[in-house]
């Protein structure tokens, strides 16, 4: 893996900001490219920004390591986003977006953030959006398709997720009693699940995993 380089889309977020510091220590990746819609606080040789509204590639330069392993950490809520159409503009549209943007730039292996019962028949309108993205990447035919999904995140957020914070309270006190499937739901570290992408990545480029690999819930925390 020695000389690879990375694309990441949603470093800012979450889990993309806590991954992103991880890509850029990692001695394998020669060059890291960051897809952001504005510049990101982060020095490094390593880092290349690319500055885009729409999340595009509008040009590349030949001499340019390909990136082979493409990061994708994109997702909102329907209050942050205004409405149901918003929110698949984003965790549906952009999401496929981005994945055909890394395709063609050369991305073989591909780790998305998805969520936790995500399903294309969920009754509900999030987890179908994330359930359709799964759907939609997998059919782009990459070398490794990998989506992660966890359940409420833990972490500092700029605009703090009031549905997580609630989640995460009430685990805190009832964690003790949890069993079972239910166990998916405990709050896991933002910093955790970007561990696991990277991994997960690592090991697709060794190719350890199958074609498509789906990761939930408890099972993103170390064994």
Request: hydrophobic letters at 40%.
């Amino acid at each position: 893996m020695t000389g690879s380089s990375a694309i990441i889309a949603g470093g800012s977020g979450l889990v993309g900001d806590e991954l992103l510091h991880l890509l850029l220590s990692q001695p394998e990746f020669e060059a890291i490219y960051a897809l952001s819609r504005r510049e990101l606080p982060l020095h490094s040789s390593k880092l290349h920004q690319i500055i885009h509204p729409d999340l595009r590639v509008t040009e590349w330069e030949d001499a340019s390591p390909t990136p082979t392993v493409g990061f994708i950490c994109l997702g909102t809520t329907k209050k942050q986003a205004g409405s149901k159409k918003a929110l698949e503009a984003v965790d549906y549209q952009l999401v496929k977006e981005v994945a055909k943007t890394m395709k063609m730039l050369g991305v073989r292996h591909i780790v998305v953030i998805s969520s936790l019962f995500a399903s294309p028949w969920s009754p509900s309108h999030y987890l179908r959006c994330k359930g359709k993205m799964e759907q939609a990447l997998v059919k782009m035919d990459f070398e490794h398709c990998i989506f992660v999904r966890p359940g409420p995140l833990k972490g500092e957020r700029s605009q703090p997720r009031k549905d997580e914070l609630l989640v995460q309270g009430i685990f805190d006190l009832f964690h003790p009693l949890i069993i079972g499937p239910l166990a998916n739901l405990d709050p896991i570290p933002a910093e955790q699940v970007a561990r696991k992408m990277l991994t997960l990545a690592q090991e697709a480029q060794r190719h350890e995993l199958p074609k498509v690999f789906t990761l939930s819930g408890r099972m993103l925390m170390p064994s």
